[in-house]
């Protein structure tokens, strides 16, 4: 596609993030900082779903264990520096996807959409089980380390600070997944998904890249899961339970699966959503639950889907693969 | 020490719901390729139907155990007609989407009408007292469950191998449009297997209500517990569900007692174990 304009589209919503503590609410300011988490986890999660067209119920094991494992470094090892925190939960989860993945990819469609399941299922149990440890029902509290920089160090107990952070790393997170999607592996994970006899007669091996794919996006649903921990400064039970796949699974779908940029714009309607119905009535998750309902039912495309007929018509742009389905428009 | 005998009847009687739910499930599987995530949330509608049928009619249980499954057929069928088979033509990832959805809506609406805390099913008369058996006094209900698990089992197996509707619905998955051209609607005995996999989870949780109590957490509890019986016997095997959920009864029964911390951990790790060695379960085909 058109990567000068899209190159130039990142670099404008960068420069907009830029000045958004200028404009914002201190209220805002926080919800926006959990969007954009948000919309790295969510983004991970399309890469399974929209790409390779794998459903997982399990993605939150992978955001929840990057949570714990922040948090468990900080409260135990004193004077622990902001970005050894991340790291421990990012490469914990990477070594999770790994394991996981190699004993779950041999199975697929529903019967790893199960396991997947029963593993997330698995982690919640040990997790509410292991009290010592996760602090079970009731949860850890840790204090933001500060970040230091070498020759200084930025104090992270601000709220700006730290959304400019999440800002910068989340941020390029999300851009490196958008990166990928457009490297030769990120391309192999999607023709895979069309035509797997194909790809294996040309000679790739698909059991690997499916397995380098279900370790990657565990470890970036790993740095978003320790960045949630970040911003909350609390982790518990509730991040690593099958409601927050479902959180992650309402986001990218709403938003659209289709699309890279999909999800990122379902983090962003239902954080709102949750924010603005959770304050009307109690009964929001309902709300969501035929919002969903209602679009894999007559708008399978989600929410970009929407976005994309409506361009089509005002601007008369013609999609070459429009009509044919998602994220064949990257390749 | 009689804690064995009842630490092993207790396992019987939990084997013999999670049948209840799973044969629902495998079936539906077996037969539709569909795996139903909403059909814990059917079960857990039973108990609910069920809670509300005997707070009206006082204790009227076999009154609930007839209706909840008659309602819970009529739910089954009107989802298949008019959701399911609508997504059907998308894909699996679609169909499981919708079921999932369907749960998730299904629970919150329970939340809403029942509200988010326990209820207790007291069950009176013959059934809610206890028995003499095996030398322990043991309460009727448990062993009532286990009964109703081989009835249930028997008759299943009956109309699937030795009756004309079972050849059909046998035909039907092998090769679903010949069998349509031979003049069978084929749509239709899909809605009916559908529908009878809801009726099932209905039933279960009609039985459930006075074992276990009837709370909105219980669908995901039992769901996870079922998803295992199905990895473990096989997935749409009808004789790998009997046999993994008696294995998994007694699991989770003797795990409570050896060893309480781990006991959640023990089912996953049986389920891992199964996986690694025989990935297609204890009596799947192989894929």
């Known amino acids: 596609m058109k990567q000068k304009n899209t190159s130039f589209i990142i670099i404008a919503l960068f420069l907009a993030g830029a000045f958004m503590p200028l404009i914002l609410k201190q209220y805002h300011l926080n919800m926006l900082t959990e969007i954009i988490i948000f919309a790295l986890f969510a983004v991970s999660y399309n890469l399974l779903l929209g790409y390779a067209g794998l459903l997982s119920f399990g993605h939150a094991m992978f955001f929840g264990l990057g949570a714990f494992m922040t948090a468990v470094a900080i409260i135990h090892i004193p004077g622990l520096a902001l970005w050894n925190a991340i790291l421990i939960g990012v490469v914990t989860t990477i070594i999770a996807g790994f394991v996981i993945g190699s004993l779950l990819l041999r199975h697929k469609g529903a019967y790893f959409a199960l396991l997947t399941l029963a593993f997330n299922a698995l982690f919640y149990a040990v997790a509410t089980k292991w009290h010592s440890v996760t602090g079970g029902d009731d949860g850890l509290s840790i204090t933001r380390p500060d970040l230091s920089l070498g020759f200084t160090s930025i104090s992270m107990a601000s709220l700006t600070h730290f959304y400019y952070l999440t800002l910068i790393i989340v941020g390029a997170a999300i851009v490196f997944c958008w990166y990928f999607t457009h490297t030769a592996m990120g391309k192999t994970v999607l023709l895979m998904r069309e035509n797997e006899e194909r790809m294996k007669f040309l000679g790739y091996n698909t059991n690997i890249s499916r397995l380098l794919l279900f370790t990657f996006t565990g470890a970036v649903a790993g740095l978003a899961g320790s960045f949630y921990t970040l911003h909350f400064q609390f982790v518990s039970i509730s991040a690593i339970s099958v409601d927050m796949t479902t959180a992650v699974l309402l986001m990218a779908f709403v938003g659209g699966t289709k699309t890279f940029w999909g999800p990122i714009l379902g983090a962003f309607v239902y954080i709102i959503l949750q924010n603005y119905l959770s304050n009307i009535t109690d009964r929001w998750p309902l709300f969501m639950g035929f919002i969903f309902v209602s679009m894999v039912l007559f708008i399978p495309g989600g929410l970009s889907e929407v976005i994309m007929n409506i361009r089509q018509r005002l601007f008369g742009k013609k999609d070459n693969n429009g009509g044919k389905s998602a994220a064949s428009e990257e390749v | 020490m009689n804690e064995i005998p009842v630490f092993f009847l207790h396992g019987l009687a939990y084997a013999g719901l999670l049948f209840l739910v799973s044969a629902g499930l495998t079936l539906v599987f077996g037969m539709m390729n ?254």
Request: net charge neutral; aromatic share 14%; with cysteine.
């Open chain 2, 34 to 287: 569909v795996l139903n995530f909403a059909h814990a949330a059917m079960y857990m509608l039973g108990a609910y139907f069920s809670y509300s049928i005997m707070m009206h009619f006082t204790g009227q249980f076999w009154l609930s155990l007839m209706v909840c499954p008659a309602i819970l057929f009529i739910i089954g069928a009107l989802i298949e007609r008019f959701l399911l088979r609508r997504v059907h033509k998308f894909g699996h990832v679609q169909e499981l989407l919708l079921t999932f959805g369907l749960a998730y809506i299904i629970t919150e609406l329970v939340k809403w009408y029942w509200g988010n805390y326990p209820l207790a099913v007291n069950i009176g008369g013959f059934l809610g007292s206890t028995i003499q058996i095996i030398g322990i006094t043991y309460p009727v209900y448990r062993i009532f469950i286990f009964l109703c698990a081989i009835f249930v089992g028997t008759v299943m197996a009956l109309i699937l191998y030795k009756t004309r509707l079972g050849i059909i619905l046998r035909a039907a998955v092998n090769d679903s449009e010949m069998t349509n051209t031979l003049g069978v609607n084929v749509p239709l005995v899909f809605m009916g297997v559908f529908a009878f996999g809801a009726a099932l989870s209905g039933f279960a949780g009609v039985i459930a209500g006075p074992l276990l109590s009837t709370f909105p957490g219980m669908a995901q509890e039992i769901l996870l517990d079922a998803f295992v019986v199905i990895v473990v016997g096989g997935f749409g095997s009808l004789g790998g569900a009997v046999v993994a959920s008696l294995l998994i009864g007694q699991l989770q029964s003797f795990g409570v007692l050896l060893f309480p911390k781990l006991s959640i951990a023990l089912v996953y790790l049986l389920m891992a174990v199964v996986l690694i060695i025989k990935p297609s379960g204890l009596f799947g085909e192989e894929q």
